[in-house]
T-cell receptor
Framework: GAVVSQHPSWVICKSGTSVKIECRSL??????MFWYRQFPKQSLMLMAT?????????EQGVEKDKFLINHASLTLSTLTVTSAHPEDSSFYIC?????????????FGPGTRLTVL | AQSVTQPDIHITVSEGASLELRCNYS??????LFWYVQSPGQGLQLLLK??????LVQGIKGFEAEFKRSQSSFNLRKPSVHWSDAAEYFC?????????????FGTGTQLKVEL
């Protein structure tokens, strides 16, 4: 089946630094990718929709300048957490539909654990 | 606005026992409903989905779920749980085709299996 990878799987950084997380669709092209955030023992919360060749669409309450999203190609989307602070520590998950017209074709990456010291 | 409620945060069952995980939803239109399983270090895996038709849907790994419109529920069941089923389970609701792929997830149910 379709595979979505994320890199890195975990990262620890100092407060004030920026961290980039990559999301790749390995065997299909994804014009759209989704970024979620998951706090411990909580649900996945959609942060933004990444669109290849255009600006990302952010959910209400998500800071665009803090969470920079770039969908540079049909197989790669990146999420950059700028000037990270301890409250940004979380589990970040991306997903991509192999067929944008069908919700059930969405595949999820394994997630990236971000810890900000 | 759509929402998904999973009332049970943790469930513990003995191996071989039956399992039912509850899911209730609120959605303005005809919902597309999903159950995903999340294991440590792995991405969410789709167990099953309901779009229309037969309200009892079969999924992978021996799971099934029943859609009950009158109760706004989509409970996940398995007749006999295996130790490898221990994981986090998420119920989700999404739009119909053409409405985008945004999914709204419940808070998850952590399943522990006792040997």
């Amino acid at each position: 089946g379709a595979v979505v990878s994320q890199h890195p799987s975990w990262v620890i950084c100092k407060s004030g630094t920026s961290v980039k997380i990559e999301c790749r669709s390995l065997d299909f092209q994804a014009t759209t990718m989704f970024w979620y955030r998951q706090f411990p023992k909580q649900s996945l919360m959609l942060m933004a929709t990444s669109n290849e060749g255009s600006k990302a669409t952010y959910e209400q309450g998500v800071e665009k300048d803090k969470f920079l999203i770039n969908h540079a190609s049909l197989t790669l989307s990146t999420l950059t957490v700028t000037s990270a602070h301890p409250e940004d520590s979380s589990f970040y998950i991306c997903s991509a539909p192999s067929n944008p017209g069908y919700t059930d074709t969405q595949y999820f990456g394994p997630g990236t654990r971000l810890t900000v010291l | 606005a759509q929402s998904v409620t999973q009332p049970d945060i943790h469930i513990t069952v003995s191996e071989g026992a039956s399992l039912e995980l509850r899911c209730n939803y609120s959605y303005g239109a005809t919902p597309y409903l999903f159950w995903y399983v999340q294991s440590p270090g792995q991405g969410l895996q789709l167990l099953l989905k309901y779009f229309s038709g037969d309200t009892l849907v079969q999924g992978i790994k021996g799971f099934e779920a029943e859609f009950k419109r009158s109760q706004s529920s989509f409970n996940l069941r398995k007749p006999s749980v295996h130790w490898s089923d221990a994981a986090e389970y998420f119920c989700a609701v999404g739009p119909s085709q053409g409405g985008g792929n945004k999914l709204t997830f419940g808070t998850g149910t952590q399943l522990k299996v006792e040997l």
